[in-house]
């Protein structure tokens, strides 16, 4: 299992909202760079950097701090605006692992094909749940499909590793919806590989979702707020 810690990127600074909602947005630092060194520094292998405004607008708008972040040798995922195949190669170039996609996957019937076939494993679909349902650009919008279908889906086509984020619980501390992952894990195959994210607040919560076999956990809110403690969640999950 690996650990993600999350840094949301908005204005050039580091900020998180409360399920989703752009009007509810806290600053916690003005340097995306220095927040991802400490993260290194403490033994992190791993980051999930979500670029909000790149979300809400359509097109990436922090590749140049990813590109500086990528510097440190942690492995990179990376989403928000990419909504084409010019974003996503800018992205890769930027130096992100894996890129997470969403609204371009359900652009069409043959979408995810073609993105499969250009991109492969580098991209990590990024299926966002509220209420039962899947949404989309930037969890504006409310699609008719709900989230198992859609893993079973893009598993057949391909893809491997899947983020999974219940927007409810983004941002609440709450806890992550454990029924949800459960049900995901029983309906797709063994090769399937989940990460969640949405309400990961204790190291408690981590080894639940460990003992479930998601494969990784983001953890955004409880870092800045709670002082959630990377050190034993690292020694928890053995990465």
């Excluded at 399920?19 to 003005?30: H, I, L, V």
């Excluded at 405004?53 to 040798?73: C, D, F």
């Excluded at 499909?145 to 491997?160: N, Q, R």
Aim: aromatic fraction near 6%; include cysteine.
């Amino acid at each position: 299992m690996i650990l993600l810690p999350a840094i949301d990127l908005y204005g050039g600074k580091v900020v998180r909202l409360t399920k989703g909602d752009f009007s509810e947005r806290t600053e916690y630092a003005a340097d995306p760079y220095r927040t991802a060194q400490k993260f290194a520094s403490l033994g992190c292998k791993n980051i999930h950097i979500v670029d909000l405004e790149g979300a809400k607008t359509g097109s990436p708008k922090h590749l140049a701090a990813v590109s500086e972040i990528a510097s440190l040798g942690m492995e990179i995922e990376y989403g928000g605006g990419l909504r084409d195949a010019a974003s996503i190669r800018s992205a890769i170039n930027a130096g992100v692992t894996r890129v997470m996609a969403g609204s371009i996957l359900f652009g069409g019937e043959n979408a995810p094909h073609e993105i499969f076939a250009e991109f492969g494993e580098a991209i990590m679909p990024s299926v966002d749940t509220r209420g039962g349902k899947v949404v989309i650009s930037g969890w504006k919008d409310e699609t008719d499909l709900t989230p198992a279908p859609c893993l079973k889906k893009l598993s057949a086509i391909g893809f491997t590793t899947f983020l999974v984020t219940s927007v409810e619980r983004d941002g609440m501390l709450e806890g992550p919806d454990m029924e949800l992952y459960a049900e995901l894990l029983s309906a797709t195959n063994k090769g399937t590989r989940v990460i969640a994210a949405g309400g990961v607040t204790t190291v408690d919560d981590v080894k639940r979702l460990k003992l479930a076999g998601l494969y990784g956990a983001v953890v955004g809110k409880a870092i800045y707020e709670r002082n959630f403690d990377i050190t034993a969640a690292l020694e928890t999950i053995g990465e």
